[in-house]
């Protein structure tokens, strides 16, 4: 079964400065997506990036980019150049290419941003 | 496009009522999932639905709890008695589902139970 990973319960950073989330995921799959998913204290999930598994190149959005390693099973979430609009909880996500329309979620990250 | 649109946005009831929440998926979106999210176990998938037919439904978590789809623009969840331990917040979300798996799903703003 496909797991997802995020180590860090929390964290914090000075704002205009940079962040990286973490991770991890298992899976036997060669094929898949992966998202960092942001849900403010609206509550409202917002897609901030995704990954496609057999692109090498890291996906870039702005001030967010990721760091895909996948022989390490690793993904992580950079923030450059923090604003207190980033402050969130953040959730990493997967799912497989084909013939599955799930998307796994990892247990999400608190990013506290101090002023 | 209006986006994901959920209903009610906040409810508080008592135990052993019975709940409905509403989903209206954007237009075009040919899946349709529900999501609960709590303290305690995060983010799970309950059911989802293509083209308006349930897919997999072994998300949710026992016979008081249904879904359905009429029609492509409006789906509900009921639980039926609704528990304490019900209390969650309800996320629907839709997406095209493309072949290529791009399974970017967008959400709705989530309705927010509580069971007294």
């Known amino acids: 079964a496909q797991t997802v990973t995020q180590s860090q319960p929390e964290m914090s950073v000075q704002e205009a400065e940079t962040v990286t989330l973490s991770c991890t995921y298992d899976?036997?799959?060669?094929?898949?997506?992966l998202f960092w998913y942001k849900q403010p204290p609206s509550r409202q999930m917002i897609l901030v990036i995704r990954?496609?598994?057999?692109?090498?190149q890291n996906a870039t959005e702005n001030r967010f980019s990721v760091n895909f390693q996948k022989a390490a099973k690793s993904f992580s979430l950079k923030i450059s150049d923090s604003q207190l609009g980033d402050a969130a909880m953040y959730f990493c996500?997967?799912?497989?290419?084909?013939?599955?329309?799930?998307?796994?979620f990892g247990t999400g990250t608190r990013l506290t941003i101090i002023p | 496009d209006a986006g994901v649109i959920q209903s009610p946005r906040h409810e508080v009831t008592e135990m052993g009522q019975e709940v409905t929440l509403r989903c209206k998926p954007i237009?075009?979106?040919?899946?349709l999932f529900w999501y609960r999210q709590t303290m305690m176990r995060g983010l799970e998938l309950l059911i989802y639905?293509?083209?308006?037919?349930?897919?997999?439904d072994s998300g949710m978590p026992e016979d008081r709890f249904s879904a359905k789809m009429p029609n492509a623009s409006f789906s509900t969840l009921k639980i039926q008695p609704s528990e304490p331990r019900d209390s969650a917040v309800y996320f629907c979300?839709?997406?095209?589902?493309?072949?290529?798996?791009?399974?970017?799903?967008?959400f709705g703003a989530g309705s927010r139970l509580t069971v007294l």
């Open positions: 979300a839709s997406s095209t589902g493309v072949p290529s798996g791009a399974n970017v799903l967008t």
């Open positions: 990954q496609e598994a057999y692109k090498q």
């Open positions: 237009s075009g979106h040919d899946y």
């Open positions: 899976t036997s799959e060669s094929d898949y997506y």
């Open positions: 639905f293509n083209n308006n037919v349930p897919i997999d």
């Open positions: 996500a997967y799912t497989v290419t084909f013939g599955n329309e799930k998307l796994t």
